[in-house]
């Protein structure tokens, strides 16, 4: 059984990881980190005291982001490893720069309880050659994961009680999100989706040099209802769509920027035409129809599972309602 030490604590757990002095002992091997191939196994690299309860070794940070991308409802568990004597650079509201010998590690689970199943751990690793992404399969036990350079299948039960073939990505197909002109990136830990209190325990840690500007601004999605309708909508699209539609990523060729700081209203979809949706537009003539959600191609994608339609192409397999009722939302009163 996993607890709810890390599961249930979020902010507060890695608050307490980053100012405690008696956390887990030391153990993450940086050779592994740094220059170790394709590591064969996750317990290889050290990240976790306990790895059946996601306990992370001492100098790996757990954190959460304020609105996370949807993977099927899959619970996740988000580390940051620095190695020792080395600091992250803030960036303003964009990604941290964070130094060579860096480790980004993502636990999908399923399930609560007794029932809670670990199924898929991705870790980015900042080697000096660039950003290495590298996908890891749990066993049924929940006591190791190893490398699935080619991805996997799981059959998974969803939150909502869909039972669904769920993807492990294959080693390429990492790069189709994490790309951006032809390089690996994180597309996670911006400053913009990060707590400012982690980002001042993180500076007082000594891992980053200062909190950055801008940071904090996306809101909590269990509290969206309380933001604007455009900052909720707008953060979901940054988080679930921006990482491809963007300048020099895998869906430049749509023109939609769907980025956060993106102010243009044409270039996030308002009024424009689809450039490369194909059947995918589902006859329908403009990306964003102000006040006609159901007009609007952006948001008939999102509400398909069909392949060539729907959209996210890849990290989900159901529909993500919350996701798409925020949405709806914004459009209706645009």
Avoid at 194 to 213: N, Y
């Amino acid at each position: 059984m996993i607890t709810r030490w890390i599961f249930g604590a979020g902010l507060g757990a890695a608050l307490a990881v980053m100012a405690s002095a008696n956390g887990p002992v030391e153990r993450v091997n940086q050779a592994k980190v740094m220059d170790g191939g394709l590591v064969r196994s996750l317990s290889e690299y050290g990240f976790f005291a306990d790895a059946g309860l996601q306990q992370p070794s001492a100098g790996v940070i757990p954190y959460r982001l304020n609105t996370p991308l949807y993977s099927d409802g899959a619970e996740k568990l988000r580390f940051v490893y620095l190695p020792p004597r080395t600091r992250a650079i803030s960036q303003g509201d964009d990604l941290l720069d964070l130094p060579v010998g860096t480790a980004l590690i993502k636990t999908f689970a399923f399930g609560s309880g007794a029932d809670r199943r670990l199924v898929e751990t991705r870790v980015l690793l900042h080697r000096t050659e660039g950003w290495v992404a590298l996908p890891y399969l749990w066993n049924a036990a929940g006591t190791e994961a190893m490398l699935v350079v080619a991805g996997a299948r799981v059959d998974v039960t969803t939150p909502k009680g869909e039972e669904i073939s769920y993807r492990v990505p294959n080693k390429n197909q990492c790069k189709e999100c994490h790309g951006v002109n032809g390089v690996v990136t994180p597309i996670g830990p911006k400053a913009r989706n990060l707590s400012q209190e982690w980002l001042r325990q993180f500076v007082q840690a000594g891992h980053l040099d200062s909190v950055p500007v801008g940071s904090d601004v996306l809101p909590l999605w269990e509290s969206r209802k309380s933001a604007s309708s455009e900052a909720a909508a707008r953060a979901y699209l940054d988080v679930n769509c921006a990482h491809c539609h963007r300048p020099g990523a895998t869906a430049s060729n749509s023109g939609l920027d769907l980025r956060w700081e993106q102010r243009d209203p044409q270039a996030i979809g308002i009024g424009k035409r689809p450039v490369a949706a194909g059947r995918g537009a589902g006859g329908l003539l403009f990306d964003i129809v102000p006040g006609k959600p159901a007009d609007s191609i952006l948001l008939y994608r999102m509400q398909s599972t069909e392949g060539g339609v729907a959209m996210p192409e890849l990290g989900k397999t159901t529909v993500d309602q919350d996701g798409v009722a925020v949405v709806r939302h914004w459009i209706e009163g645009l």
